[in-house]
């Protein structure tokens, strides 16, 4: 299973990103998805999540400017953020617990895609 990370980029304070993840592979079906972002110096921490009937959850930090969402019949997750702010700067990570045919269910992550937002 590979996790295919796109979409990140600059953008101004105040501006928008939308990040997309697709995953392909050995996939019998998706469980949760979601993102993860790491600053520099800092630990990876989970920015929002979706499970796979589309239930979410957003860092507090998050709420109310980004938006997480899914297309189970692409197996693609998208982080849409708006009103972007310099603390936002990080490497986004998507994340999958993927029910493959072969060997069972795993926990996998794409390549991470940099974010960089100026004041």
């Known amino acids: 299973v590979q996790l295919q990370a796109s979409g990140g980029g600059s953008a101004q304070a105040g501006g928008s990103l939308r990040l997309s993840c697709a995953a392909s592979?050995?996939?019998?079906?998706?469980?949760?998805m979601g993102w993860y972002r790491q600053a520099p110096g800092k630990q990876r921490e989970l920015v929002a999540g979706i499970s796979s009937g589309g239930m979410t959850n957003y860092d507090d930090s998050v709420k109310g400017r980004f938006t997480i969402s899914r297309d189970n019949a692409k197996n693609t997750v998208y982080l849409q953020m708006d009103s972007l702010k310099p603390e936002d700067t990080a490497v986004y990570y998507c994340n999958a617990q993927v029910r493959t045919w072969l060997a069972g269910t795993g926990n996998f992550w794409g390549q991470g895609t940099q974010v960089t937002v100026s004041s």
């Open positions: 592979g050995s996939i019998r079906s998706i469980n949760a």
